[in-house]
């Protein structure tokens, strides 16, 4: 699983920080930015991504298999 964030549709809100914190990471300005170290996501943490993606209001996360 690969996954990414459309930075133009990213509000903020770090729900998906809640659900995948070791996945996602908010940056200085707020938004949200997948950790590089797991932009090919372990199989051990793609139940919270799945759930990050479906719980992200701006539907701004983007999951390729
Ligand atoms: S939940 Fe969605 S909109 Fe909110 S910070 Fe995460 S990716 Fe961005």
Do not use: L
């Given at each position: 699983m690969k996954v990414c964030?459309?930075?133009?549709?990213?509000q903020g809100h770090a729900?998906?920080?809640?659900?995948?914190?070791?996945?996602?990471?908010?940056?200085?300005e707020g938004y949200s930015s997948v950790n590089v170290d797991h932009e090919d996501v372990p199989a051990e943490l793609q139940?919270?991504?799945r759930k990050a993606?479906?719980?992200?209001p701006e539907l701004a996360i983007e999951i390729s298999e």
């Open positions: 964030i459309k930075e133009d549709r990213c729900r998906c920080v809640y659900f995948a914190p070791d996945v996602f990471e908010i940056d200085d139940a919270g991504v993606a479906a719980n992200c």
